[in-house]
């Protein structure tokens, strides 16, 4: 993905070798331009053929689509992104002279890619007869099956880490010795055969080929086709320059203007870390020039990068698997997060307007452009996404509307000289979209195994029996073991976001900790967004926190500052979807229930909301001091709990911190004097 941009006076452009640098998968390989393009034509047939298959679908079923498509792309990504060094002598196709610019693939990459085609046609051989064989798979079924998981897990690890290859193998150890523990554990079952795990995987629909996969080849490709044929339509370009012209010469002008530029240009690149990377490589000199430190101004750029996948109207992967682990339709899930959206760019916006008091920053440059020239001249930009919801809305499946959303936009193209998507466009966006959903292929068919031992296992209600049991353990009461499992539960989506992308922290979160919350009375919407959300936010939470990472990279600030104030712009969606789980009105803030109940949570909730960003902001009328910050806590917390008396005590407390500010602006300027007497 290639994000170019000129706005306030500054011009940036990101390519995607950059990019790459600082998303959650390790950099691609950089081939020579002669393999580049062939590898560039593949992936455009594979966009065109899942664009196809949404019209023209394969008369043998779903599976047997999955099939084709994981044969299609796993060999790509083996060849796409980086394996084991090798010696100089094994990598023939790269010519030693460009060793340093180009990083073709070696011998062993090519025929670990050929290997791969062979054994995922492999089933297509007989397709009926290997779905038949199911329970008995032959010695060359397992044999196939086994070299596809070394292959999907070789593929996982080169593209997001260590970490979920080995959790697999780990879930892969207890389906086989589960049998072997004491039968009066909580974990054990009776164990399986290799054989019987294998079949698993590739035979059923749990396994490598079931919701995860399917997601990723059903929705998300589609969605990053498009983000790719917006991006190469110059609708990124056109989001930063409108957000730069959108407002007026303020101290907070360039912080407003950074939020909303994150959260269009989300819906273009499809990643937080990526979106955080493209903003701030433009908006950072401006930022500087306004007089923000390094990292507020890095910990912006990360909250506001993040934001764009927790929001409407695309939101992040993870909501596709939402809606399909719900059985409902995805515009369903868009509203879920409506309310949670709004709360959480408010706390952004309010920390801005904190942190342009307390830094002391000046006017930004204005932009050059009118915001209404932009409007009228580019604002066709817009109707493709639009065009999605409205779809959505007449109960069209999400993976047709993007598809016309697709059509529309490569007809728009057209009205921008510059941006028209002729044939060399064209071929680019097809390849780039392709390309941008090879991570998330290999890190869904490789959760499949997850999936699968669990639903194999019984693992996941084993697992949520003994995390409940373990908060009933410390107490009777039914509230305090919900708070504890609720929390237990975030902090276990945190870990593991620390170590996988958000796909996958979702997936095994969704299949073992969704259980526990919904023994307790949670109901599984409550429960997933609650994931999502957690999920999501492990891209800014310490100690990892690539987004942060990344801006901070861009801005020059120091790491660990970075994550904190990355944090700190972040906090109301940390504790909002606590809210969900643990209080009875939670529901409403996912748009469930009366439009009157609704409109009343929301308006409690933006009350916490500003309390805790004086929490963290430090401000109210003036600086504020440890009084009143103490006092917002627990405002905040009662307020979140959305019950009439906690409402009560939260406001009141909230009232006392705004009072005790006054008082303290009073003592500082003095009374105003009144005329002289004699």
């Known amino acids: 993905m290639t994000v170019s941009a000129t706005s306030g006076g500054g011009s940036a452009t990101l390519s995607e070798s950059e990019l790459a640098e600082y998303e959650q998968e390790k950099p691609a390989r950089r081939f020579r331009p002669a393999l580049d393009r062939v590898i560039s034509l593949w992936c455009a047939v594979i966009s065109v053929g899942v664009l196809l298959q949404v019209f023209f679908p394969l008369p043998a079923g779903t599976q047997f689509y999955l099939v084709i498509f994981l044969a299609a792309v796993l060999p790509i990504t083996l060849l796409c992104y980086r394996g084991w060094k090798v010696p100089a002598f094994l990598n023939p196709f790269s010519a030693r002279s460009e060793a340093r610019s180009h990083d073709d693939p070696g011998l062993s990459d090519w025929l670990l890619a050929l290997l791969a085609l062979a054994v995922c046609l492999y089933p297509l051989i007989d397709f009926d007869g290997f779905l038949e064989r199911r329970q008995s798979p032959t010695t060359l079924d397992v044999l196939t099956g086994a070299l596809l998981l070394v292959l999907l897990l070789e593929a996982c690890r080169r593209t997001t880490g260590w970490v979920l290859p080995l959790v697999s193998v780990l879930f892969i150890a207890y389906a086989y010795y589960g049998g072997y523990l004491p039968y009066t554990w909580s974990l054990a079952h009776q164990g399986f055969n290799f054989s019987a795990i294998i079949g698993q995987f590739t035979m059923g629909t749990a396994g490598f080929y079931g919701t995860p996969l399917n997601v990723a080849a059903s929705y998300i490709v589609l969605f990053t086709i498009y983000g790719a044929v917006l991006d190469h339509s110059g609708a990124g370009k056109f989001f930063i320059d409108l957000s730069f012209a959108a407002f007026k010469r303020s101290r907070t002008a360039p912080g407003r203007t950074v939020t909303l530029a994150g959260f269009l240009l989300g819906s273009v690149s499809g990643s937080g870390t990526a979106t955080a990377v493209s903003l701030g490589t433009v908006s950072w000199p401006i930022l ?35 809606a399909e682990f719900l059985q409902v339709s995805y515009l369903t899930v868009l509203g879920y997060a409506v309310i949670p959206t709004i709360l959480y760019y408010l706390g952004i916006l309010l920390a801005i307007e904190m942190d342009a008091r307390r830094h002391g920053t000046t006017e930004g440059e204005p932009s050059t452009q009118s915001a209404w020239k932009l409007l009228k001249r580019f604002s066709y930009h817009f109707l493709s996404l639009f065009v999605i919801i409205a779809f959505m809305a007449v109960d069209v499946p999400p993976f047709k509307a993007v598809v016309y959303a697709v059509v529309i936009q490569f007809a728009l193209s057209f009205l921008d000289k510059e941006h028209r998507l002729t044939a060399g466009p064209l071929f680019k966006a097809l390849a780039q979209g392709t390309r941008s959903v090879l991570p998330v292929v290999a890190t869904c068919a490789t959760a499949g195994v997850i999936v699968a031992v669990t639903t194999q296992t019984g693992l996941g209600l084993n697992l949520a029996a003994i995390i409940v049991d373990a908060a009933k353990g410390l107490t009777d009461n039914h509230t305090v073991v919900l708070i504890l499992t609720v929390v237990l539960s975030a902090f276990a989506v945190l870990v593991l976001g620390l170590a996988v992308p ?16 919904v023994q307790l009375g949670v109901t599984q919407p409550e429960a997933y967004m609650f994931i999502f959300y957690y999920a999501v936010l492990s891209e800014v939470s310490p100690p990892t926190a690539l987004a942060a990472v990344a801006t901070s990279a861009i801005t020059g600030g120091k790491v660990m500052p970075t994550m904190w104030q990355a944090w700190k712009y972040t906090l109301p969606a940390f ?104």
């Open 575 to 678: 504790l909002v979807p606590f809210a969900f789980v643990l209080t009875d009105n939670g529901a409403r803030l996912l748009g469930q229930g009366s439009l009157i109940g609704m409109v009343w949570t929301l308006a409690v909730s933006m009350l916490a909301v500003a309390a805790l960003a004086v929490v963290t902001g430090g401000w109210i009328v003036i600086a504020t001091g440890w009084v009143e910050r103490l006092l917002c806590v627990p405002a905040a917390l009662l307020l979140l709990y959305l019950a009439p008396v906690t409402i009560a005590a939260g406001i009141g407390l909230l009232v006392i911190a705004v009072l005790v500010n006054l008082v303290r602006r009073h003592r500082l300027t003095g009374p105003t004097e009144g005329p002289a007497t004699s």
């Open 288 to 322: 500087r020039r306004a007089g923000y430190p390094p990292e507020p101004a890095g910990g912006m750029l990360a909250a506001a990068g993040i934001g764009a996948i927790l929001s409407p109207p695309t939101l992040g992967a993870a909501a596709f698997i939402i």
């Open 502 to 517: 958000v796909t996958a922290s979702f997936i095994i979160a969704a299949v073992i900790i969704a259980p526990a919350l």
